[in-house]
């Protein structure tokens, strides 16, 4: 990467992977400057992880498509390891620096990253510019009339659907403008097997956007075996496709997978307005339940070994790839905080730890949604019945043979409580929580 003496502005690469549509992108290759585009291992957050997480293997995949277009163009990009905050202070001894570019993210660490290096760089004088990308509505564009924001998701998704107008959509056309990006040198990128990961081959399906597949969306997206999803998550999550373009190519397909789309962003602007749900209940009575918290269970639940076929079939595909079907997502989530009454907070770190898609507001969310305790929840009495889901979902045991080979042998775990029992518990110990 250059390193002269002229000045450059910097693309700050983070939950937005591509070189298309990109909105902040597209505004620093405009600024009239070279563009240095620059990718940091955060070591905040890459800390936490562990050696062999699939995630890093999508994102280097991710990191070396970009890296691989851009040298074609005769750039490269950058990509350091360190907290933000020290890259950009070695940033600023290697490049003079014009400006810095970014999208915005909503997520309670990221606004205090960001802010905490808008800081910095203005003490030196180079000012930052953030963009919204990785949603249509951000923070207070979709509000009630009196300003503040929607906590139930029916109303907030009639406010956004009137206010979408899918002939204004902008389009940010950032890939062809790659000859604006900084003449590389060598050795300026650096890969992610650095940081010490071991970066397993990891199998992400490309997003399934055509007309054909989504237009029985509602009528196939509740059955495990049919793969009737779009297999969007973990590309909206890493941002290798703009919500823009989503909604451009699926516009009046299926409604109901428009909705799907507006659950993202209700339950991003509720933790941008809420940052307190990452640690607590939205209803703080619910912090109240005297949960069972029992480790056995627990472990039962995570390897997929409770005796309930649906449950054990979920937990197995979430450990095996990373992916589970979202009716299957809310019969696991449900079964955990109801049937053996483990606090949501469990189950959220231990989806986290897997999903390929892992996204916080929407895992935070929707596990809230499960255990009663979030805005728009579940009443807590609604307590999935395992058996029926699995008969009313998965009829013909497709998906439960796929996932559970031993399923019908001997072999197979015997039901870890009784559904009756344990509903009964459920309902009493949620009762005397919050009402305490
Ligand atoms: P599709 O059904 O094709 O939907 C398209 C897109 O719409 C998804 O990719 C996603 O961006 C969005 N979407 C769909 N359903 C929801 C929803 N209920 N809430 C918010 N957005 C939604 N989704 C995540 O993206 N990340 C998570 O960490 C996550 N954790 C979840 C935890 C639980 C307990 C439950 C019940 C659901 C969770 N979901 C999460 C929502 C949903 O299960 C996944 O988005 C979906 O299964 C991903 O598959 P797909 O891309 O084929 O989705």
Known sequence: MQTTGDEIVLFWFRRDLRLEDNAGLWH???????????????????????????????????????????????????TISGTPVTVFKSLGNRFKIKSLYFNRDYEPYAIERDSA??????????????????????????????????????????????????????????????????????????????????????????????????????????????????????????????IRDVLRKTHMVNRVFTNELIWREFFMQILFHYPYLVEKSFRP???????????????KWRTGTTGFPLV??????????????????????????????????????????????????????NWQWAAGSGCDAAPYFRIFNPETQQQKFDPGLIYVRKWIPEYGTSSYSKPLVDHKYARERALSRYKSGINN
């Open 117 to 242: 290096i808008t800081d910095y760089l203005k003490e030196l004088g180079i000012p930052c510019f953030s963009f919204k990308d990785q949603v249509i509505f951000e923070k207070d564009e979709v509000v009630k009339s009196d300003g503040k924001p929607y906590t139930v998701f029916t109303p907030y998704s009639r406010r956004w659907i009137s206010l979408f107008k899918n002939d204004q959509i902008k389009s940010f056309p950032s890939e062809t403008l790659l000859k604006n990006f900084a003449p590389s040198g060598s050795g300026s990128y650096f890969h992610i097997s650095d940081p010490g990961f071991i970066c397993p081959p990891v199998n992400v399906k490309p997003p399934h956007l055509e007309k054909e597949h989504l237009a029985d969306y509602d009528k196939t997206r509740d059955f495990p075996s049919s793969e009737g999803g779009s297999y969007l998550g973990p590309h909206l999550r890493f941002g290798t496709i703009s």
């Open 312 to 365: 054990d079939a979920g937990m197995r595909e979430l450990n095996e790839t990373g992916y589970m079907h979202n009716r299957v997502r809310m019969v696991v989530a449900s079964f955990l905080t109801k049937h053996l009454l483990t606090d949501w907070r469990w189950g959220e770190a231990w989806f986290a730890s897997k999903l390929l898609d892992y996204e916080l507001s929407s895992n935070n969310g």
């Open 28 to 78: 620093a290759l405009t600024s009239g400057y070279k563009v240095v585009p620059v990718f940091i291992y955060d070591s905040n957050i890459l800390g936490k992880l562990e050696p062999e997480d699939a995630r890093i293997s999508f994102l280097r995949d991710i990191l070396d498509g970009i890296n691989k277009t851009l040298k074609k163009a005769g750039s490269s990009l950058l």
């Open 285 to 299: 009575e619910y912090d109240k339940i005297e949960w069972l918290n029992n480790e056995e269970y627990f472990d």
